[in-house]
């Protein structure tokens, strides 16, 4: 089924360390170096002698567990990677569960996005368009806004609101 599969790659290691990998890949270059004469001198050199030397770098790392650290996997290759962590044991992770919780994040994103932008032209009396702001003005904006949001819906002071809201609602009906 999955013999001619060439467009995803899916590496699972076990017992694995990348410092080892690393200083194996030096000595390796150096024994190897010293019949032609080159030693590590590019990164390509360098990829060539790593055990995931056929592979191409992951896009994605996912470490399961909880733990926020990347434990020695993956150093090198991993260096432009996104990194996600997930509180969660490996053999109850599953990619359909990682879809949805990016697919929440990215919608989350774009709800604070928008809730950031309603918020900061409502403040300066409306009008505007979005062009107006940088880019890191726009993150700085929405980084606040999900601080704040965070605040509200961590705290007893959402339960409170909702109760209270619901009372208002009852009342009126």
Not at 99 to 118: F, G, H, N, T
Not at 133 to 157: C, D, N, W
């Amino acid at each position: 089924m999955t013999k001619n599969n060439n467009k995803v790659y899916f590496n699972v290691c076990f017992s694995y360390a990348s410092r080892y990998e690393i200083t194996d890949t030096i000595i390796q270059s150096l024994v190897d170096g010293s019949h032609d004469g080159t030693i590590l001198r590019t990164e390509e050199l360098m990829e060539r002698f790593l055990y995931t030397g056929t592979c191409t770098p992951p896009d994605l790392v996912i470490r399961t567990s909880g733990e926020v650290r990347l434990s020695d996997f993956l150093i090198w290759r991993s260096s432009y990677s996104c990194l996600g962590f997930q509180d969660v044991l490996w053999p109850a992770f599953s990619v359909a569960r990682e879809y949805m919780y990016i697919e929440r994040k990215d919608k989350q994103y774009k709800s604070d996005r928008d809730c950031a932008l309603v918020q900061y032209y409502k403040e300066r009396g409306g009008g505007g368009g979005e062009g107006e702001l940088s880019e890191a003005v726009l993150e700085e904006l929405i980084s606040h806004y999900a601080a704040e949001r965070k605040k509200r819906f961590g705290t007893q002071l959402f339960v409170q609101s909702l109760i209270k809201k619901r009372n208002n609602y009852l009342q009126t009906v």
